[in-house]
């Protein structure tokens, strides 16, 4: 067991926020990497310290596993919070961290690995019973074997990479002739996105909704899990609202996820903070999907409903504690509901908007949250995802937190770039959404009837 | 007395690709016939991938561009010459 002096958060925007706050509350320093386009960042603001790792462009700086691993040791950090995306789910980048005595806030580089070869990961849960959706064995050969399976399961069928997520070469195919083109146009995105061109396939499952699992490891085999967020509003497989708890599970439902994502994690020796995902579909029956080995965007609502800290957390069981917390001391009280604000314009397809901000009131008052990174007269560059903010709400049931977040997305104001808030305020508008009837396809449906 | 030309240009801050995918051969080159809607090249912004396309159908006259090369809103990116 030891004590962090300093933690390095490699990582940018929102999230390296996130961590530098929950490291001061502890009275750890703080370090953040910045590339060229960032020297202005709030992150880079509220650090102790800061190091400049490289040029705009990803790969040259907050992908660059030397320069950060450089500039923890320049500083002589204990460790290294990874955040989520970059460099969060490379094993050899926890690996490099090991071999360079810093503690990387995650699970091992095995587990990652494990968790992240997303065709291994169904193989070895198919092998202890745990409810996958049917599929591809193991990742994709040549296309007729893709074609046999499909013919084997029923289409339509869904093409994913085994490489990551985040919906980069997934598409889904209704018949032969579509799976031949989803087959060439999947594989060049992997390829493009994770350096790994391979694709297994699965069958897609209808009315699905997508139910995660929050859960705690510490390095003795404890486990808790922190109940279910539902994410199933999604556009292009990326989530843009989240809440906990899911209005679908009920406490058997709840259990059952638990003990299951508890007996995944247990099953690849999972430590620290980690999410398990399922697909539920309209009978309660669930299908594992993967596991997110990282803090993930939407962990602000499970922080909301059980009053945990899940960043301190992070580094507490990064520091070799034992696990406090009983299964039975969780508890989901209220509701919580999250929007991800992105720099894009909904009133033209969602076309990004970089650019200066010229000015902002971010909203505030009883039950709401606001995780950013922006501030007034800000410049968001092109170089990164879109997403700018998370617009957090806390209310004693459902009904109220649609309410208070309908008030909180009236008071965001901005000008100089467009973001997404007019098109939150229309989906808390719906009354499909009001009456918690959703699922994964919801956003297509919302979109198509305008 | 030259034909009309029309550039396409980019709608946003970002970097031009020239292949929809990349390490895939570009969508135009320089004296290719397009059909008005022709997807001609990509603009990824903010992690988001858009395809332009040719407003109406002609021939390519010029790239302005460099693959990969980053481009402001508005700028100018194809011209192309409009069919008689």
Known sequence: MMTFNKILIANRGEIAVRIIRACKEMGIQT????????????????????????????????????????????????????GYGFL????????????????????????????????EARKTLMALGIPIIPGSDDILGAPQE??????????????????????RGMRIAHDRAELEDALRVAS?????????????????IEKPRHIEIQILGDHFGNYIHLGERECSIQMRYQKLIEESPSPF???????????????????????????????????????????????????????LVTGLDIVQHQILLAQGETLMLGQDEIRLKGWSIECRINAADPEDNFMPSPGEIKSLILPSGPGVRVDTHIFNRYEISPFYDSLIGKLVVWAK????????????LAEFQIEGIKVTVPFHQRVFQDKD????????HFLEKFEATG | MGLKRYTVNSPVMGTFYRASVPGEKPLVEVGQQVNASDVVCIIESMKIFTEL????????????????APVMKNQELIEIEIDQ
Do not use: W
């Not at chain 1, 490099?96 to 580089?109: E, K, M, R």
């Not at chain 1, 339509?156 to 490489?163: E, F, R, T, W």
């Open chain 1, 397 to 408: 049931d459902r009904d109220m937190a649609i309410k208070r977040m309908r008030r909180a």
């Open chain 2, 53 to 68: 396309r040719a407003d109406q159908a002609g021939i390519v006259k010029k790239i302005l561009v460099e693959d990969e």
């Open chain 1, 433 to 440: 959404f009001i009456a918690g009837d959703i699922d994964t």
């Open chain 1, 31 to 82: 370090v953040a990497v910045y590339s060229d386009a960032d020297k202005d960042a709030l992150h880079v603001k509220y650090a102790d310290e800061a190091v400049n790792i490289g040029p705009a462009l990803s790969r040259k700086s907050y992908l660059n596993m030397d320069n950060i691993i450089q500039a923890a040791r320049e500083t002589r950090a204990d460790a290294v919070h990874p």
């Open chain 1, 146 to 167: 893709a074609f046999e399976i499909a013919a084997d399961v029923g289409y339509p069928v869904i093409l994913k990479a085994s490489g990551g997520g985040g919906g």
């Open chain 1, 88 to 119: 969060s789910e490379n094993a050899a980048f926890a690996k490099a961290c090991a071999d360079h005595n810093l503690i990387f806030i995650g699970p091992s580089a095995e587990c990652i690995a494990a968790s992240g070869n997303k065709s």
């Open chain 1, 249 to 303: 599970v009920d406490e058997v439902l709840r259990n059952k996820l638990g003990e299951t994502a508890i007996q995944i994690a247990r099953s690849i020796g999972y430590t620290n903070a980690g999410t398990m995902e399922f697909l539920v579909d309209k009978n309660k029956n669930f299908y594992f999907m993967e596991v997110n080995a990282r803090v993930q965007v939407e962990h602000p609502v499970t922080e």
């Open chain 1, 188 to 204: 060049g995105e992997a390829r493009a996105a994770f350096g790994n061109p391979d694709l297994y396939l699965e069958k897609y």
